[in-house]
């Protein structure tokens, strides 16, 4: 059984190729002519300028997080190139008929057809290549319902008292030390408003792509749910293989307006490095919304990518009635390592939250989940029900649970459960025993284990997920 | 170093103690000197501030004989035990059994008494991540040393009761007691720890070290009881060897500051850890409960149970970690934590965590917070029992529950009626169903 | 005694009890059969105020007062009584301290003084006797680790301490073996009075041939939609309910 999954695990990542393409790209190094320059390549006004100097001063008194449970050698950012653009971006094209040809194809072999016609019925996609967006599809026919979805980039020109007003407003620029150095570096990322009442026809997608050598990516994306609004956005991540370690440290604020509903989801593949353990992206994400009264962000991810993951997608649950949900499956095979999981605040009434998480271990990785709930004296009746599972396996990886639970109200309501197992040899014997060979049957297993996790995503993600986890498993059993 | 390290180091100083001891006590001292204080940014300190400790001023205690005011306010367990009691940190002879063999303060030791200690002491605990077991170490004047060999079972139960009474200052007082097991033997050990109503600011330091050896069974009590302004830091550090058994229970009320650390380590194949706690802080006081217990080999077995009221202005904190070693497979592991809150200023902070590299293990914590079973709520109503009355029913309850497992009769005796009455419930009633 | 009239009640925003109306008077014994899902247990939990079980219409009269003014445990007090058919278990809490509270409860709702401990045990050793549940039963948690047959006994030994004066059964007779069912039944027997009365459901007719009802009540679809004297009950276990199902919707 064991040769038949390593043969499998040793399957090698699918979007591990890199597109040839010219592209204008910064010399390694970070300083205050870097942001600058990033700026003013973007036509910034000035306010954006100080916001993003006065972050970089933050960050430069700052030290890196030490208390997730990764290591890694530390980060040169004198090495990082922090903007890289395809030259055929220098005049944004106006349609997909402008856009780069040879842009067009990595896509379509990425399975992302980008052309209208072709694209993913009923989803609209906004595509980030290196530091900047490369085309929104369907922006006009959202436009028509009164739905912002374009490049944050055209955002702070377009729709400046939007962005001024809520950037920044959910994870403050002194937040962590990723968030702030993204506040200094953004280069690109989505920028999406729902109007009042409006229910967002299409579901929205961001598509991320790390494509240049030495580049770090710093996304920024800023969702705003207007008052009974609902939205559904979806992103998913890949980048070539390659032997350096590259920095993928992004923010997304999520505002949801009393009554309003976000719905995220995250299919996560970064290259996580070759089975040595060498290469792979750093990902070193700040994800949190805040929700109003009768508000609803629901978080759901599947991470199966990066070297390192460092990720923590959170409700702040202000207005009454507010909820909160977190549905997580982390993979980690090899060397990868995750340290991920979520922070539900709860400071209106009769809030409620929900965390499923799914960790799965294999290789020689280790999977941590890490998660806060806090009941604050003013949240009367809030509940929480959280449930950790962790499955191993092979007896080299590591599994971890750290949940924080803070409670100051007595009517607030807590239950958390946590399991650890491994596949079983009886589940494993019961699958073969009916014809099923291994690889199968753990997929089939791991697929179960991860089931209502799955149910969340839209359809598409959902098999997509499943195919993913699949792959990412292949030759884990020993 | 912080003044409160540079003032420890003085009173380390000033300790007298038995010549043979001094190199542990001076490398200890070292140790202590270079202790990184901990802040709210050092994880096993992260909700439990050290700030009342910093401001004590502690003075050496007076040896003189202490004052004997508090017998009227103390009551001992009634139990058929060999007891030792110390007031403040001095022993005291006249309210203490005569030791049997197996007992010996490290003072009187002898030459093979000696040996046993020196083998032992500073071993079991891993003197780098608990701070205050060094400073424990660095002030060690005196210990007591319990030994059973090889297949002897103790007929009594040792009970160690250290008193905290108002004196003239604020006293440290260092306890230390090393007990070591051999093959097959059995004891039962009982620490109870208790203040009169009015105390002065101490801060008690109480350290055991446990080693269990093969296939010999502990059953051990630590009952925490001193309130109010007492500062408790206490720890209990446990070697498990292959198929030991222990059994632990343990209580805490609140008070200024107390912390208290089981660390366990299962370090022989089959052994088996049952531990259950219970915290019930009131007024403006806390409570810190960090048990870890660490799977170094396969085929170990854990169940922690630790339950909280907490109610008032108080602070609970309850850190429980499993840790599963690479090769530890075949463990079974399981803690839960349930809390409740009865007052809108009480406040809990619970961290269960599982660290595992084993992959064919089974573990599971859970932890909850307020809860009470609406569905017995109701029938306990629809009996006519008023709602109010249900609830401090069933928090009792809550706790009774794990009283009720208590395995020693007089620890039960003993705990049951103080309890109820803090609960305000009929105590003869309960010890008449008890009986 | 009792006069339910009109009452509509639903559960999770699903109507359940649509216009139930039962007249009993003091000393009767009203059996309420029916098929599952009919309501029988709701009409036990909407009469002793369970949470969750809203009455949207109706009116209730227990003993000359408006049921539905009154809070669950005064409705015990009052002396209405549900035999649960799950009854709950209720660890760390000792069942002699539970019973010697409901006891006592009472007392004081009617202005009789508290028993002492003394008392109290010696009443509730002598109460376990009649329906045959070992005395050490009363010392361990309430239901704790209580076969179902021991727990349905518990529930008539509560109702013996209590003296009800309105006892409803819930489907007392489930899960129980034939000797444990006449335990129960004795008990209940015993405690008929002319000032005493019974609702006693039930899903088969069995349990009838034990406790004689004086009325039969066929609940449907959220109301009774048959009544008839003891006999009904047989011809039930002949026919089954399906054909008043019908007449029902």
Known sequence: ?478 | MTDFQQQALTIAAQQQSPAWLAPLRSQAANEWRNVIWPTRKTEHWKYTSLASLQKTLLSLVNTSAANTDWKSEVEFIDVNAIRLVFVNGVFDAANSSNFSENIVRFSQANSAQQKIIEQYLGKVVEGSQHLFATLNSAWLDDGILVHVPRNQTLDQPIYVVQVSTLGEQTLSVNQRLLVVLEDSAQAELIEHFVSTSEQQNSVVNALAEIVVGDNAQLQHYRLNLEEENIQHIGAVHVNLLRNARFRGFTLALGSKLKRIDYQINHRGQGAELNLQGVYLPRNNQMVDYHSNVQHWVPHCTTSEVFRGIIADSAQAIFNGRIYIHKDAQKTLAELSNKNLLTSNKAEINTKPELEIYADDVKCAHGATVSQLNDTALYYLQSRGVSRNEAEVMMSFGFINELLQQIAEPAVHHYLLPRLAKLFGRDQTLLEMADE | MLRITDLFAKVEEKDILKSLSLTIKPGEVHAIMGPNGAGKSTLGNVLSGRAGYEVTGGTVEFNGKDLFELEIEERAREGLFLAFQYPVEIPGVSNMEFLKASVDAKRKHHGQPELSAVEFMKLARETSKRVSLDPTFLKRGVNEGFSGGEKKRNEIMQMMLLEPSLCILDETDSGLDIDALQVVANGVNEMRSPDRSFIVVTHYQRLLDYIVPDYVHVLANGRIVKTGGKELALELEEKGYAWLEEEAV
């Open chain 1, 1 to 478: 059984m064991s040769e038949q999954v390593e043969e499998l695990i040793r399957k090698e990542y699918a979007a591990g190729f890199s597109t040839d393409i010219i592209s204008e790209t910064l010399p390694p190094g970070l300083n205050e002519d870097v942001i600058r320059f990033i700026s003013g390549k973007k036509n910034e006004p000035d306010w954006l300028l100080e916001w993003r100097l006065k972050a970089y001063h933050a960050w430069l008194e700052m030290t890196e997080p030490e208390w997730a449970h990764v290591k890694y050698d530390d980060i040169d950012f004198q090495k990082v190139s922090f903007y890289s653009a395809p030259k055929s971006m220098d005049d944004k094209p106006k349609s997909l008929a402008e856009v780069d040809p040879e842009l067009l194809r990595t896509y379509e072999k990425l399975g992302i057809p980008l052309h209208e016609q072709a694209a993913l019925a009923g989803v609209a996609m906004d595509v980030v290549f290196d530091s900047v967006s490369v085309v929104t599809t369907f922006r006009e026919k959202l436009l028509e319902v009164g739905v912002i979805f374009c490049s944050i980039s055209e955002a702070v020109h377009k729709y400046p008292e939007l962005v001024k007003k809520y950037i920044g407003s959910v994870v403050p620029q002194k937040d962590n030390y990723y968030a702030a150095l993204n506040c200094a570096v953004f280069s690109d990322g989505s920028f999406v408003y729902i109007p009042k009442g409006v229910r967002c026809p299409m579901e929205l997608s961001t598509y991320f792509r790390i494509n240049e050598q030495n580049t770090g990516q710093f996304e920024r994306t800023l969702i705003i749910a207007d008052e009974g609004s609902h939205v559904s956005y979806l992103e998913g991540c890949t980048a070539p293989m390659r032997d350096e370690n590259q920095l993928h440290a992004a923010v997304v604020e999520l505002i949801a307006l009393d009554n309003a509903e976000i719905k995220y989801s995250t299919v996560q593949n970064w290259y996580p490095g070759n089975e040595e353990g060498k290469g792979g992206i750093y990902n070193f994400v700040t994800k949190r919304g805040v929700c109003h009264t009768n508000a609803k962000i629901s978080w759901t991810q599947v991470e199966t990518g990066s070297a390192v993951t460092w990720k923590y997608p959170s409700c702040i649950l202000r207005g009454d009635n507010s909820v909160g949900e977190f549905y997580s499956v982390a993979l980690t095979n090899n060397y990868q390592q995750a340290d991920t999981g979520t922070k539900m605040i709860h400071i209106g009434k009769n809030t409620r939250s929900t965390i499923i998480s799914k960790g799965i271990s294999a290789g020689k990785s280790s999977n941590a989940y890490r998660g806060l709930v806090r009941m604050n004296p003013g949240a009367d009746g809030a509940r929480n029900y959280t449930q950790c599972d962790s499955l191993l396996i092979g007896d080299k990886c590591g599994a971890h649970t750290f949940p924080y639970i803070e409670s100051r109200n007595p009517s607030a309501v807590i239950e958390h459960e946590a399991t650890t197992s491994k596949v079983s040899d009886d589940q494993l014997f019961l699958c073969q025993q009916r014809g099923l060979d291994a690889e199968k049957a753990v997929s089939m297993i791991v697929n179960g284990f991860c089931r209502e996790v799955f149910k969340e995503l839209p359809m598409e993600f959902a098999v997509e997920a499943g195919k993913l986890l699949e792959v990412s498993l292949e030759g884990s059993v020993g």
